[in-house]
């Protein structure tokens, strides 16, 4: 029997003829994720080394939250167990009560709405799980054919496939299928290519991201001039990522601004506070097809959506998990996987090549140091940047380390901050003008 | 599930690969975690769970791998997932990939540790455990109304057995718990927080705490400390003479040294030359050692390593010498180094990989320092203790570096980076505070500049090491402060000078 049919037998007995009048239940939820994953590395240029061998892994397991009938809480982690028959799941019942505790604000289950139609799932890779992941091993192969002979190569390829069970006491009862598809290299881990989306990479799409990596890689070989303090610092489209993830997304968390723990209040939020530059706004978008955040349903029962979070670079709203949205007073939001899902806009963006022409004398940003230690609150970031790239009228032309001083507030509010598409992508390169100086 | 049940499974499912030629590791775990979280006065979060797995690691007899797991620990499903490992060594070995067959010398072991806990994972029951953190935390708000509190209590258990083919079966309990306060303070528009920790086995840390209350001074001291640092001028950026604090000498010991000597990478490490540790190296000054190894009790506590081989305590530098690195059974030849158990991985489901539990630096130049109830009084007398020895730079900022928020190294170019909670300088007798701003430089310099020790051990600075995007508890420390010159490769971020 699946994990999610135990479950939803032992809540429903619960709410409606418990065992005991105190483990009866008012209301629950349930996800539980079955999925089926397929690896296989790089390690020092070789394939499927001992530490990064062909690997099969295969899990049933999920959360349930629970609201008891004197209206306390419990949540749960929760897997089949092997010997999962009805006294066990009666005793797991009796220790969840136990961890029970007060949280009104958390006491709700929401009622089921239609849900979007959104794709995530790639049939190809189910076949990829099932069949003998050939694709792997063709991949790893053509890499270390095509790398260059000096450098040594870490990689790794990964695909996965299950099933999403989604119930609620409120009737919401939803199963689909979800897939993932991620890949990484690096050259003497200095820099690298990643793809990460719910769909196998093109041959296309492989094709352009190894070219680029290999332009990278042969400019780091030159060593160009210092930067000067008119250097404009140019963050790759991780490097973007990287710094929205450390510094804005945790700022937008419901939680965090209820709590006063982040850099905005809620006041700063109702009034619509200007917080990046008017060109500016970031979205939540869980619709778009096959991107690794998209999603059909939250794990709490809530429909995917668009949420926008800054609209012409004003406050609109955090993302409010249900708990944060009965605090807060409004509906619940979107949600982020990560960084996944989230996106940046700018009104006046050009394509990259277009705006690396206009570049007179920059430095393009890879890769920091450190970047996890820096304060999200305030923003301030002091970060070192070994093995960037120098730019000198509109070319790159050699490796640069440099270090940044500054504060991503600053840089995301600044009217000489600019942004450049990547087609290869989600996030943009971001041109911004800061504190920089060699290492 | 229990130690004895454990063992029983792997046993049995070894016995499946009896007609196979080649070589089986079973690792099978079983993982129980309570955590709570109190923010503002009210709980969070409470949140039980169970995760409990095989894993299986199979080599053909010429030595190429293959790995499965599942997060159902019954014998059937061990057995099923031995065949997968085997089937996909198999195809890994028709891909040309490297042949490792060291692991058919490693020693046989039979070991049953006992689990070294005081208290037994769900001895004190979680209302218990809840009342006690929700008192901790209330006390915090009383004192301190204006700073935004989260408390939190986490308590781990760990059992773990790792069978193998040569009739090795080895397993052990590791038991972990952790108290911790954030506190977010704000003054003149700017937020700082702060993180402090006490860790230990198990429900004791929260009995002790409620005792002794010295997690909670340092709450408040660091508190204090972080609306300073809030309106605190930024240093110019340049290269100082600086006072380390224990939790930042874990993560240069850990970050900046440990990784560079770990058998794995020798390939790309600093410390490495043709793929082998630079043993005999100078990369300190006389006096300047640093060890690794568990310690019972300790937050990264694990006797032995997830491929079943004891876990060995290693000197890596004696007396500012290279001395050993850490190897696991797969790559510690290969690196000129011999292996000591240092594999670890963060569950049944991840690849075991060559890392640290507690790294600890100790200088043997030490100035003793007696420490002080509160913050500011130690920084105090850590000035007195400098001048009462000569010790401090006339003329010259000697920069205090206090807190510990993380860092980064790249093992191969040597470059490392940490973060701080904020700086003081001891050799102005006001102690102005500064800005926290990045410390960053060559790995080898950093450690050529250790020139001293201030106070006694302290090694239970903790951490999560996620080297090969694993998260393995690890922990260290070294005197509570350490002592290093100015070097023109190790310098403090901020302004521009």
């Known amino acids: 029997m699946k994990l999610v049919a135990h479950l939803e037998d032992l809540l429903y007995q619960a709410q409606h003829t418990p065992v005991k009048e105190d483990l009866r239940l008012a209301d629950w939820r349930i996800v539980v994720n079955e999925s089926e994953v397929v690896s296989l590395g790089i390690k020092d240029n070789s394939p499927g080394s001992v530490y990064t061998p062909p690997s099969y892994s295969q899990s049933e397991s999920g959360e349930i939250f629970l609201v008891w009938a004197d209206g306390k809480c419990s949540q749960a982690m929760v897997q089949l167990e092997a010997h999962d028959d009805q006294a066990y799941w009666q005793q797991e019942l009796s220790q969840w009560r136990q961890a029970s505790y007060e949280d009104p604000d958390a006491a709700h289950i929401p009622t089921p709405e239609p849900l979007p139609l959104v794709t995530v799932e790639d049939p190809e890779i189910q076949t990829i799980i099932s069949g003998d992941g050939q694709i792997l091993f063709d991949q790893v192969k053509r890499w270390l054919m095509d790398k260059p002979s000096e450098p040594k190569m870490q990689g790794s390829i990964q695909t996965a496939w299950g099933y999403r069970h989604i119930r609620t006491s409120t009737g919401l009862s939803v199963t689909y299928q979800q897939s993932q598809f991620v890949s990484w290299f690096s050259f003497d881990s200095l820099i690298g290519g990643s793809f990460a989306k719910r769909r196998l990479s093109r041959p296309e799409e492989q094709q352009k991201l190894w070219e680029r990596t290999m332009n990278l890689y042969d400019a780091l070989q030159i060593v160009a001039p210092p930067v000067g303090p008119q250097t404009q610092v140019i963050l790759a489209p991780s490097m973007t990522e990287d710094m929205l993830g450390q510094f804005i997304l945790p700022n937008f968390s419901g939680d965090r601004v209820i709590e006063k723990q982040g850099a905005f209040t809620k006041e700063d939020f109702l009034e619509n506070k200007l917080v990046f530059h008017p060109h500016f706004s970031l979205i939540i978008d869980p619709l778009c097809p096959l991107e690794l955040g998209s999603y059909l349903v939250t794990s709490e029962g809530v429909p995917a959506q668009r949420t926008v979070l800054v609209c012409d670079g004003k406050l609109q709203t955090p993302y409010l998990r249900v708990k944060d949205s009965v605090r807060w007073g409004a509906k619940p939001t979107a949600l982020p996987h990560g960084m996944s899902g989230l996106y940046l806009k700018h009104q006046a963006e050009v394509p990259w090549s277009q705006a690396l022409e206009a570049v007179e004398d920059g430095v393009l940003i890879l890769s920091v140091l450190g970047l996890h230690t820096q304060e999200a609150v305030s923003g301030s970031y002091s970060l070192s940047a070994p093995h960037s790239l120098r730019i000198l009228k509109g070319k790159i032309v050699g490796k640069t380390d440099v270090k940044l001083t500054g504060n991503f507030f600053a840089d995301m509010a600044a009217p000489t901050t600019k942004t450049a598409l990547s087609e290869l992508d989600t996030f943009p390169y971001l041109v911004i003008k800061t504190g920089v100086q060699s290492l | ?497």
């Open chain 2, 1 to 497: 599930m229990e130690q004895k049940d454990i063992k029983a499974l792997v046993l049995s499912v070894l016995g499946e690969t009896r007609g196979f030629d080649g070589y089986v590791i079973v690792r099978a775990q079983s993982r129980r975690e309570w955590s709570m979280r109190i923010s503002n006065g009210r709980f969070e979060r409470v949140s039980t769970g169970a995760d409990s797995g095989f894993g299986v690691q199979a080599f053909t007899k010429d030595g190429a791998s293959g790995f499965a797991t599942s997060d159902v620990l019954s014998e059937g499903a061990g057995q099923k997932l031995v065949q997968k490992a085997i089937q996909l060594a198999r195809r890994n070995e028709a891909i040309g990939t490297k042949l490792n067959r060291r692991i058919w010398e490693a020693p046989e072991v039979q070991a049953e540790e006992k689990n070294p806990a005081k208290k037994s994972f769900g001895e004190i029951p979680l209302v218990e455990l809840e009342e006690m953190a929700m008192t901790l935390h209330s006390r915090l708000r009383e004192v301190s109304p204006e700073v935004v509190w989260q408390t939190s209590y986490n308590q781990v258990e760990e059992v773990w057995c790792i069978g193998r083919t040569d009739g090795t079966n080895v397993s052990f309990v590791i038991p972990r718990a952790v108290v911790m306060h954030q506190g977010t303070v704000r003054d003149q528009g700017k937020a700082q927080s702060t993180l402090i920790h006490r860790s230990g086995m198990d429900a004791s840390v929260l009995f002790e705490e409620l005792e002794d209350h010295v997690l909670e001074r340092k709450a408040l001291d660091r508190a204090s400390f972080a609306k300073a640092v809030c309106g605190a001028p930024q240093l110019p950026s340049g290269h100082y003479p600086l006072i380390i604090d224990y939790g930042l000498a874990k993560g240069l010991a850990h970050e900046a040294f440990g990784h560079a000597v770990e058998s794995d990478h020798m390939n790309e490490s600093v410390l490495g030359e043709g793929g082998k540790i630079r043993k005999g190296l100078r990369v300190a000054r006389p006096g300047v050692n640093i060890i690794d190894g568990p310690l019972v009790g300790d937050w990264a506590y694990q006797p032995y390593s997830a491929n079943g081989l004891l876990r060995q305590t290693v000197t890596i530098v004696r007396d500012g010498v290279l001395e050993a690195g850490l190897g696991d059974v797969f790559s510690a030849e290969e690196a000129g180094m011999p292996a000591t158990g240092a594999g670890r991985a963060e569950s049944y489901g991840n690849v075991p990989l060559p890392r640290m539990s507690n790294i600890r630096l100790s200088v043997d130049r030490m100035l003793s320092l007696t420490p002080l109830e509160h913050l500011m009084d130690e920084v105090k007398a850590v000035r007195e203790t400098l001048l009462q020895h000569g010790e401090l730079i006339e003329g010259e900022k000697n920069l205090l570096l206090l807190g510990y928020r993380g860092g980064q190294v790249n093992p191969k170019t040597g470059d490392f980076v940490f973060q701080c909670d904020g700086i003081i300088d001891v050799a102005d007798p006001e102690l102005p505070i500064y800005q926290p701003s990045i410390f960053s430089g060559k790995i080898l310099s950093a450690l050529e500049a250790i020139r001293g020790g201030i106070g006694e051990g302290c090694y239970d600075a903790i951490g999560t090491c996620g080297k090969g995007g694993q998260s393995v508890a690890s922990s260290g420390g070294s005197h509570r402060y350490l002592l290093m010159d100015a070097d023109q490769q190790v310098s403090l971020g901020g302004q521009h000078a």
